[in-house]
């Protein structure tokens, strides 16, 4: 890799993700430069986004491709054109075929908002206060050919409040995944990451124990 890391971050919504990796790239906390901002979604607030930014942007509309992989054909043409070393998803709301994959094998990173394997897929947060967790959070994982089951790179917990409801929930999910998924790039830019099996093993040389979190609280610690 060159001394900055080139980044691509595909997005379908409204990119605060994306702000949090502009930011970062911006700021000197990832060493790296978004090259392009890819959405299949010409609404996207992404899109705007990259464009305040000043980052090369572009739509490539799923919409019209008949089959997916030629959606994928398009999408690997642009990634490669900008010599893209990590793929970054952000709220990109299509699923990676195995042709993506092996175009980017072990360079592509999604964040889910959900402690995985915990509630893949959509509406997690619903999910988690429908089951009556005491904790959620997020996931920043490298994407395989499953459903949010690829190897886990971060996670941030989030207790989940009494009064609680989708909305708050997610809010402050998100807040977690602005600080970790630039973490988790940054890693990556620096030759961090290393992959032991299914584990993700940081070697950033400064793994330290975690406190235990228990909600509620224990009665000595309230």
Known sequence: ????????????????????????????TIDGQIVTVISNNPDAGALARAANGGIAHQCIDHRQFTKRDDFDRAVIVAL????????????????????????????????????????????????????GTRFSGCTVHFVDGG???????????????????????????????HKIYPQAIQWFAQGSITLNGRRVVINNGSEKEVAAQINPPLPDEQ
């Open 1 to 28: 890799m060159g001394s900055k890391l080139r980044i691509a971050v595909l997005a379908s919504g409204g990119g605060t993700n994306l702000q949090s990796i502009i930011d970062g790239c911006s700021n000197g």
């Open 147 to 177: 459903v949010d089951t690829g190897p886990i790179i971060i996670q941030a917990v989030v207790p989940i409040l009494d009064n609680d409801n989708e909305a708050t929930l997610s809010a402050r999910i998100l807040e977690q995944e």
């Open 80 to 131: 490669t054109e900008n010599n893209v070393e990590l793929v970054v998803l952000a709220g990109f709301m299509r699923i990676i075929g195995d042709r993506f994959l092996e175009a980017f094998p072990g360079r592509i990173m999604n964040i889910h908002p959900a402690l995985l394997p915990a509630f893949p897929g959509l509406h997690v947060q619903q999910k988690a206060l429908d089951y």
